[in-house]
């Protein structure tokens, strides 16, 4: 059965960190690129990261650009996203996504359809 599990969100502060994970399960993320998601109620889901399967080249929105990292192991099958200086605008549920080898952006962003398998989301709520 093949599963997409995120994991490490959270309350954090402003300014703060946090690192999340992706795990895969039942299949092989060596030739699957991965993407971050996040989405606020009332507002459409915004691809802000994107890490390639072979070359492991990157994306990053403007938005998380110089504040987001994504990293994967392919031994561990697991992508990562550290988050840091964490605003409350990055309050959300954080979802991760597979596309077959590369990341496909458009408009700046990732792109939605083009992904086929997502995880269930974990929450980051970014709060004093």
Known sequence: QVQL????????????SLKL??????????????GWF???PGKERE???CIS???????????????FTISRDNDKNTV??????????????????????SCSVAGGSLNYYAFDYWGSGTLVTVSS
């Not at 399967?53 to 504040?67: M, N």
């Open 80 to 101: 990562y996203l550290q988050m840091n200086s964490l605003k409350r605008d990055d309050t959300a549920v954080y979802y991760c996504a597979t596309e077959r080898l």
């Open 21 to 34: 994970s992706c795990a895969a399960s039942g299949w092989s993320l060596d030739d699957w690129a991965v």
């Open 53 to 67: 399967s072979r070359d492991g080249s990157t994306f990053y929105a403007d938005s998380v650009k110089g504040r």
């Open 5 to 16: 599990a995120e994991s490490g969100g959270g309350l954090v502060q402003p300014g703060g």
């Open 47 to 49: 691809g802000f990261s």
């Open 38 to 40: 996040r989405q606020v």
